[in-house]
């Protein structure tokens, strides 16, 4: 889930912890519209972020903010990127299994 470059962007935008606007978020990952909308929803839809609608004047304002499932599998991610760097060239990581579910499936 998280291996795509536009779901890691969007992920690591909301490491913050702070909500951001779809308008915001489409200037930080440079994502169109419709590209932006399928991901974060593929995002909500297996719980690592949420997504808030607001109303602000007269428009409605679509927010994102990562959960803490979120942020858990961000890090369990790029640990097993960082296992890889630390093996070498050549090398095959031995990752650590964690007994939770790892929906990432990086190197299953």
Same mark, same amino acid.
């Given at each position: !889930?998280?291996?795509? %470059?536009?779901?890691?962007?969007?992920?690591? @935008? /909301? #490491? %913050?912890?702070?909500?951001? $606007?779809?308008?915001? !978020? +489409?200037? +930080?990952? $440079?994502?169109?519209?419709?590209?932006?909308?399928? =991901?974060?929803? +593929?995002?909500?839809?297996?719980?690592?972020?949420?997504?808030?609608? *607001? +109303?602000?004047?007269?428009?409605? #304002?679509?927010?994102?903010?990562? @959960?803490?499932?979120?942020?858990?599998?961000?890090?369990?991610?790029? !640990?097993? /990127? =960082?296992?890889?760097?630390?093996? *070498? %060239? *050549?090398?095959? %990581?031995? #990752? =650590?299994?964690?007994? =939770?579910?790892?929906?990432?499936? #990086?190197?299953?």
């Amino acid at each position: !889930m998280i291996s795509a %470059p536009c779901r890691l962007g969007i992920l690591a @935008t /909301l #490491v %913050p912890g702070a909500s951001i $606007s779809f308008t915001d !978020m +489409k200037a +930080k990952t $440079s994502l169109s519209d419709g590209n932006l909308h399928v =991901q974060t929803r +593929k995002l909500a839809d297996v719980g690592y972020i949420e997504i808030g609608k *607001g +109303k602000k004047g007269r428009r409605t #304002v679509t927010e994102f903010r990562i @959960t803490e499932l979120g942020l858990e599998r961000l890090r369990l991610y790029v !640990m097993k /990127l =960082q296992a890889v760097l630390d093996a *070498g %060239p *050549g090398a095959t %990581p031995a #990752v =650590q299994r964690s007994e =939770q579910r790892d929906d990432a499936a #990086v190197w299953s």
